[in-house]
């Protein structure tokens, strides 16, 4: 393991737990949900089979399994103390989750007063875990960019709560503001501002150390991030009136980073001297395609405004971000830190080496493999059916059931923690 690491801060193995065995099932809400409504979901942006998909992954899916992650990340990558980090995980958590399905219901089913509910949950719920991540990231006295790519996403994930619930706000009373300018803001600082700088910071230190690659090239990792920030603000912008003709010369800068953070990932991956494929390696190969794939796709829909006009492009960048970025990138990454973390706290109970079981056995490497592949087949079913409407019901049942594989993987492996647990206090070998 990486000698950077503290694992004595790390938290109670209930605070991530509690994040990551919900997460899964957001997923299975979100592929049924698509298997019940069919092809009128993905028919444009607007449906509001839409705005729920997209929520319940992005609010159910990501942020519960990132808030799980960033909450045990930054204690032990940057020695960052959060308060009292049962307690908040406690509040939190529940918070998010009735605050995620009063957004989704009211954007599904149209209700002003669903949308309003749901944003003091969601200011409460978010706005506690940024304070105490914030406070917690600014008192360390570690350096580094991964604790820069950290602080940075935090302020992301701040401005899109505050964008989201401005929007919400404003459907729910008919306010007089630009909502696609603002969706279009909202959205970047979601996925960009905070997942995707989320997700480059933890992969500074994770795709090297798990992935037995070398690091990042330090020029990548000291500019990523701020480029990043520098172009989504350039990209907020448009919410003031203006010159439209702008925007490309913003979003394409902007895609040409992404580029290069998916490019030197799979290059980092490509060159490694042991050739492992687990189901990490793998996920992340997806993501990283994935990502690419968006940036060629979003360059094509800003340089053609025939392509732009389809309302299935943005569907299909929709997709390609959500299923095939960021499930493929927190999947991969929970493969990993779950049976480490059994390892870990199996192993602070003080029982010998030998009575704490091999990682391996924690989730087999069938069970994640299986998973993957169905994952892979979800996405390409997604992926197609964006053009050929008729596959929508098929591609949300195999999401669904790739979820609930995962989900029960979960399951199964705390479980086996449980069970370890026991077994080692019956015995009386631990401390
Ligand atoms: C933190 C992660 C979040 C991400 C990644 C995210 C992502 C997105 C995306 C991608 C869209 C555009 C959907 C589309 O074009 O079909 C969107 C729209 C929207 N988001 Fe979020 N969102 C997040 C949080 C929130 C929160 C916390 C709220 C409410 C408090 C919210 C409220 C909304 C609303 C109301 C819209 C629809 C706007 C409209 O119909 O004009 N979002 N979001």
Same mark, same amino acid.
């Given at each position: 393991?990486?000698?950077?690491?503290?694992?004595?801060?790390?938290?109670?193995?209930?605070?991530?737990?509690?994040?990551?065995?919900?997460?899964?099932?957001?997923g299975v809400m979100a592929g049924l949900l698509l298997a019940w409504s069919g092809a009128d979901a993905l028919a444009s942006r607007w449906t509001p089979g839409a705005l729920a998909l997209t929520?319940l992954i992005?609010?159910?899916?990501?942020?519960?399994?990132?808030?799980?992650?960033?909450?045990?990340?930054?204690?032990?990558?940057?020695? /960052?103390?959060?308060?009292?980090?049962?307690?908040? #995980?406690? @509040? *939190?958590?529940?918070?998010? &989750? =009735? !605050?995620?399905? $009063?957004?989704v219901?009211?954007l599904l089913y149209g209700?002003?007063?669903?949308?309003?509910?749901?944003?003091?949950?969601?200011?409460?719920?978010?706005?506690?875990?940024?304070?105490?991540?914030?406070?917690?990231?600014?008192?360390?006295?570690?350096?580094?960019?991964?604790?820069? /790519?950290?602080?940075?996403?935090?302020?992301?994930? #701040?401005? @899109? *709560?505050?964008?989201?619930? &401005? =929007? !919400?706000?404003? $459907?729910?009373?008919?306010?007089?503001?630009?909502?696609?300018?603002?969706?279009?803001?909202?959205?970047?600082?979601?996925?960009?501002?905070?997942?995707?700088?989320?997700?480059?910071?933890?992969?500074?230190?994770?795709?090297?150390?798990?992935?037995?690659?070398?690091?990042?090239?330090?020029?990548?990792?000291?500019?990523?991030?701020?480029?990043?920030?520098?172009?989504?603000?350039?990209?907020?912008?448009?919410?003031?009136?203006?010159?439209?003709?702008?925007?490309?010369?913003?979003?394409?800068?902007?895609?040409?980073?992404?580029?290069?953070?998916?490019?030197?990932?799979?290059?980092?991956?490509?060159?490694?001297?042991?050739?492992?494929?687990?189901?990490?390696?793998?996920?992340?190969?997806?993501?990283?395609?994935?990502?690419?794939?968006?940036?060629?796709?979003?360059?094509?829909?800003?340089?053609?405004?025939?392509?732009?006009?389809?309302p299935r492009?943005a569907i299909w960048?929709g997709v390609?971000?959500?299923a095939?970025?960021?499930?493929?990138?927190?999947?991969?990454?929970?493969?990993?830190?779950?049976?480490?973390?059994?390892?870990?706290?199996?192993?602070?109970?003080?029982?010998?080496?030998?009575?704490?079981?091999?990682?391996?056995?924690?989730?087999?490497?069938?069970?994640?493999?299986?998973?993957?592949?169905?994952?892979?087949?979800a996405l390409l079913l997604l992926l197609a059916a964006v053009w050929l409407p008729g596959l929508s019901r098929l591609a949300g049942v195999a999401f669904a059931a790739?979820c609930?594989?995962?989900?029960?993987?979960?399951?199964?492996?705390?479980?086996?923690?449980?069970?370890?647990?026991?077994?080692?206090?019956?015995?009386?070998?631990?401390?």
């Amino acid at each position: 393991m990486d000698p950077s690491l503290s694992f004595d801060q790390a938290p109670p193995i209930s605070v991530p737990y509690r994040f990551f065995l919900a997460a899964p099932w957001f997923g299975v809400m979100a592929g049924l949900l698509l298997a019940w409504s069919g092809a009128d979901a993905l028919a444009s942006r607007w449906t509001p089979g839409a705005l729920a998909l997209t929520h319940l992954i992005a609010l159910g899916f990501m942020l519960q399994a990132m808030c799980g992650a960033l909450l045990q990340f930054i204690a032990v990558a940057v020695g /960052a103390n959060v308060w009292r980090p049962r307690l908040v #995980a406690s @509040t *939190v958590q529940p918070l998010l &989750l =009735l !605050a995620t399905l $009063l957004l989704v219901a009211g954007l599904l089913y149209g209700r002003p007063d669903w949308l309003s509910a749901a944003v003091p949950f969601f200011l409460l719920a978010i706005g506690g875990l940024v304070v105490v991540v914030a406070l917690a990231l600014w008192r360390t006295p570690a350096t580094g960019m991964t604790l820069w /790519a950290m602080r940075m996403a935090i302020g992301g994930l #701040a401005i @899109t *709560v505050l964008l989201g619930a &401005l =929007l !919400a706000e404003a $459907l729910a009373h008919g306010f007089a503001v630009p909502l696609v300018e603002l969706t279009d803001v909202h959205l970047a600082w979601g996925l960009g501002g905070w997942a995707l700088i989320l997700l480059a910071g933890v992969s500074y230190q994770v795709v090297p150390m798990f992935q037995l690659t070398r690091p990042y090239p330090p020029w990548f990792a000291r500019w990523f991030a701020p480029l990043l920030l520098f172009f989504l603000v350039a990209w907020s912008l448009q919410l003031f009136p203006g010159d439209a003709r702008w925007s490309p010369m913003i979003a394409l800068p902007l895609l040409l980073i992404l580029s290069a953070y998916a490019g030197i990932t799979l290059w980092l991956q490509h060159t490694r001297r042991r050739k492992i494929h687990d189901a990490t390696s793998l996920y992340f190969r997806v993501a990283m395609l994935s990502l690419l794939a968006f940036a060629v796709s979003a360059a094509a829909i800003f340089l053609l405004p025939e392509i732009a006009a389809d309302p299935r492009s943005a569907i299909w960048l929709g997709v390609l971000a959500l299923a095939g970025v960021f499930v493929s990138a927190i999947t991969g990454m929970m493969y990993k830190i779950v049976p480490f973390l059994n390892w870990l706290h199996l192993q602070r109970l003080g029982a010998p080496l030998s009575a704490v079981p091999n990682m391996k056995k924690m989730i087999t490497a069938e069970a994640m493999t299986g998973q993957l592949r169905l994952h892979v087949l979800a996405l390409l079913l997604l992926l197609a059916a964006v053009w050929l409407p008729g596959l929508s019901r098929l591609a949300g049942v195999a999401f669904a059931a790739s979820c609930a594989w995962l989900g029960w993987n979960l399951v199964a492996a705390v479980r086996r923690y449980l069970d370890f647990r026991d077994r080692i206090r019956a015995s009386g070998s631990h401390r």
